[in-house]
């Protein structure tokens, strides 16, 4: 198995579709992540799971609900979304050390292409 | 706040040459880790190099070395003898710890194009 896997790779879905976004790590982490990344802007940071709690929401929409219900999974669940919304989200996970300089480093998974119409 | 900025949004290099992509950053934090990631046409973010503000050394990894400045706050990618799957995306990002929650900025990344 490679080191993380979403599902599914591609999606286009309506604006009033109920759709989920899966990732799976398979590197031994405690921590994962969800990045949105919009054509022209830096990879915005959505949201932070340490150890299955989420430390971090970068303000980010209610239309979007992430789930997290063991180190190794990690869903982003979408409702009503918008075409803005339209992006490659990707998923990350790294191993975390407490204290002293930030050396994890995070491993990406390749990303669902989303589309909303 | 932290900022990172890479300024070449696009770059060519012809094969077998050497490049650097430029990143500058900014964090008043005094513990912060630097990164460099590729990005190919398949989407997938590749971790290449990693820099801790207290290393003392540069940081190398086989063809990838990452030239660091505290002073100057860059932190350039160099890629020796460049190949033609070196095309890509190129983002330079930066971690840092606030209050124990995760803090990491990406730059708009530089897009390098190989030419053989």
């Known amino acids: 198995e490679t080191g993380v896997t979403q599902t599914p790779r591609h999606l286009v879905m309506g604006m009033t579709n109920k759709k989920s976004l899966k990732c799976e790590q398979h590197l031994g982490h405690n921590a994962m992540y969800w990045y949105k990344q919009s054509a022209k802007k830096p990879l915005e940071l959505m949201f932070v799971?340490?150890?299955?709690?989420?430390?971090e929401n970068n303000s980010v929409p209610s239309r979007f609900s992430p789930e997290c219900p063991n180190s190794s999974h990690l869903f982003l669940h979408l409702h009503t979304l918008q075409p803005e919304d339209s992006a490659l989200y990707l998923c990350a996970s790294s191993q975390v050390t407490s204290g002293g300089p930030s050396t994890d480093t995070q491993y990406f998974g390749p990303g669902t292409r989303l589309t909303v119409l | 706040a932290q900022k990172i900025t890479q300024t070449q949004p696009g770059m060519f290099v012809q094969e077998k040459e050497a490049v650097t992509l430029d990143c500058t950053y900014d964090t008043s934090d005094p513990s912060y880790g630097l990164f460099w990631y590729k990005q190919p046409s398949s989407g997938e973010m590749i971790f290449l190099i990693y820099q801790g503000s207290y290393d003392q050394q540069n940081a190398t990894e086989g063809r990838y070395s990452l030239n660091f400045q505290k002073a100057r706050k860059s932190a350039n990618l160099v890629i020796s003898a460049s190949q033609l799957g070196d095309s890509a995306m190129y983002f330079c990002?930066?971690?840092?710890?606030?209050?124990?929650?995760?803090?990491?900025?990406f730059g708009t990344g530089t897009k390098l194009q190989v030419i053989p």
């Open positions: 990002a930066m971690r840092v710890e606030l209050g124990g929650y995760q803090k990491v900025t």
């Open positions: 799971y340490n150890f299955k709690e989420q430390t």
